[in-house]
């Protein structure tokens, strides 16, 4: 390490996040600039940054040396609390209680938590909301983004235009309004019913919404299927197993081809020696099994979004099953916004 960095205030400030070991938000030198510029400057785009920093004065549309020194000062403050330990600590715990732990199926895609540290600290900063409140926000204000892929193709652009409008919603007053009509504007009773579960239609396990539905289970403390003492987020973290509901080697033999047994609807999280005692058997065949089943509830079922007829299906009520498991997997992360 460079000896001056290191004996500088910077360093100072930052020292703490060497003896951090947060591994579900973990922003890099890019996401942090994005970041500083959000918080410092209200925009988006880093091409601003670059100007912004050479002095530029977008009302006088010109570069003057008042405006560099502004700009840097204004950077200045945006570095040191962006980075403040606390701030930081309290959005991990934010996260955490959103369901977010350290592992990839149950993480959000970075454009989505580094927004949701930008408004943390723009509310924080510039409201007198309550912490409560600022929680409530933050959480409803992720998942919406997440779910309706707000920032997904252009997150800049999207960063961008919500800070300006969160910005002037704020100056009139007008930023808990606007909160509740954006959302409601997008997670309307037609996306709950009908857009949400079609999203559904996956095979990645990489699919955001399929980390939703994760998280949803983490945060109403789950069980995981067939289980009564172990939590999904005990096997998650366990490297437990994602198990195809209908096996795959079961689907195969019946003429399935690997695009339609790899759904994410057909994947649920169990314990190595669950999947074992299932083995390659239908639905209504493993479900009989007395041993496999020990600890079967309706609960438990509801839970991981299992169809209450799973006992009675065997490959001809596949594409059924995969319907009606979509439905009911919306229906928990619709549980969990609701919740927040």
């Known amino acids: 390490m460079d000896p001056t960095f290191a004996n500088s205030d910077y360093y100072q400030h930052i020292a703490w996040a060497e003896k951090k070991n947060v591994r579900i938000f ?16 209200l925009r988006g785009r880093l091409s601003q940054l670059v100007s912004l920093v050479s002095g530029r004065d977008f009302e006088k549309q010109t570069y003057t040396e008042e405006a560099m020194a502004e700009s840097y000062e204004k950077f200045d403050k945006a570095v040191q609390y962006a980075l403040n330990e606390s701030n930081f600590s309290r959005y991990i715990l934010l996260l955490e209680s959103l369901g977010i732990i350290d592992r990839s199926f149950a993480k ?55 800070l300006r409008l969160i910005s002037e919603n704020n100056e009139k007053n007008h930023l808990v309004e606007f909160f509740k009509e954006t959302i409601a504007q997008n997670l309307t009773e037609e996306f709950w019913t009908l857009t949400l579960p079609e999203n559904l239609v996956a095979q990645t396990t ?7 539905f994760q998280m949803s289970q983490i945060h109403a403390k789950a069980h995981a299927w067939l289980e009564k003492d172990k939590f999904t987020v005990d ?30 609807a057909n994947y649920v999280w169990i314990t190595q020696p669950r999947n074992l005692q299932i083995g390659d058997r239908a639905p209504k065949d493993y479900m009989e099994d007395v041993e496999a089943t020990k600890y079967y509830s309706v609960e438990n079922d509801q839970a991981n979004a299992i169809p209450a007829d799973l006992n009675k299906f065997d490959f001809h009520q596949y594409n059924q099953f995969l319907i009606e498991r979509r439905n009911l997997m919306a229906r928990n992360i619709r549980r969990l916004f609701e919740s927040l």
């Open 235 to 264: 096997t998650i973290k366990e490297q437990g197993n994602i198990h195809h509901i209908f096996p795959k080697a079961y689907l195969r033999k019946n003429g399935f081809k690997q695009s339609e047994y790899n759904q994410v």
């Open 206 to 212: 990489q699919l955001t919404n399929w980390r939703i």
């Open 26 to 41: 973990q922003p890099d030198f890019g996401d942090l600039l994005h970041i500083f510029l959000g918080i410092g400057f």
């Open 108 to 162: 959000l895609p970075d454009s989505y938590t580094n927004f949701g540290y930008i408004l943390y600290l723009f509310l924080k900063k510039n409201t007198n909301f309550s912490n409560d409140e600022i929680e409530k926000f933050i959480k409803q204000w992720i998942l919406m983004t997440a779910l309706t892929k707000r920032y997904g193709s252009s997150p800049e652009t999207g960063f961008d235009k919500d």
